[in-house]
């Protein structure tokens, strides 16, 4: 039950657009199209961003869009905003009956 | 208004025992499987366990299983975690999360705002 590698850290200018990497294998993310990505602003609860890799939940800003190559997903958010800086972290389903999490990303917007 | 409610943290000491309450309301609580997730202090997320909408399937990490406990009361709109054998480690906030379709999904859309558990003699 390894947690998902992502980066500790990325940050970008306002406007711009930024990618946040998520690997793990092929028993969770290179198996299954059941990869989440979620938002977490300090203090407060984590917020669903994708699911499925690349759905949106209704009154999710379309700036957010995830994708997934082999065992490695990724979360794109373009035209950076302030309110953007946050952790961000992904989960998997894995082929153990687990549901795994990546480390989480801290975003900066510069 | 959709949302969840955790209760029942509280400080306790190593071995000992607590158990959390996540009461839900503005939806159809017996339709939908249900996660407990937990994040130390200054830590990541980290999964705890799942349940299926009618109890029947439960999941647990590696690192609970054995002493923790998840069923729910859909007569009651009320998701458990019963935690026994406590540690150190399993200091944290605890949040209940509400999954989007099958429980395999892991897609949380709706949360608590937590309940702190501190293991501490």
């Known amino acids: ?110 | 208004e959709v949302q969840v409610l955790e209760s029942g943290g509280g400080l306790v000491q190593p071995g000992g025992s607590l158990r959390l309450s996540c009461a839900a309301s503005g939806f159809t609580f017996s339709s939908y499987a249900m996660n407990w997730v937990r994040q130390a202090p200054g830590k990541g997320l980290e999964w705890v366990s799942g349940l299926s909408t009618g109890g029947g399937s439960t999941y647990y990490a590696d690192s609970v299983k054995g002493r923790f406990t998840i069923s729910r009361d859909n007569s009651k709109n009320t998701l458990y975690l019963q935690m026994n054998s406590l540690r150190a480690e399993d200091t944290a906030l605890y949040y209940c999360a509400k999954i989007v379709g099958v429980i395999r999904r892991g897609a949380m859309d709706v949360w608590g705002q937590g309940t702190t558990v501190t293991v501490s003699s």
């Open chain 1, 1 to 110: 039950q390894s947690a998902l590698t992502q980066p500790a850290s990325v940050s970008g200018s306002p406007g711009q657009s930024i990618t946040i990497s998520c690997t793990g294998t092929s028993s969770d993310v290179g198996y299954y199209n059941f990869v989440s990505w979620y938002q977490q602003h300090p203090g407060k609860a984590p917020k669903l961003i994708t699911y499925d890799v690349s759905d949106r939940p209704s009154g999710v800003s379309n700036r957010f869009s995830g994708a997934k190559s082999g065992s490695t997903a990724s979360l794109t958010i373009s035209g950076l905003q302030a309110e953007d800086e946050a952790d961000y972290y992904c989960s998997s389903w894995t082929t153990s009956y687990t549901l795994v999490f990546g480390g989480g990303t801290k975003l900066t917007v510069l």
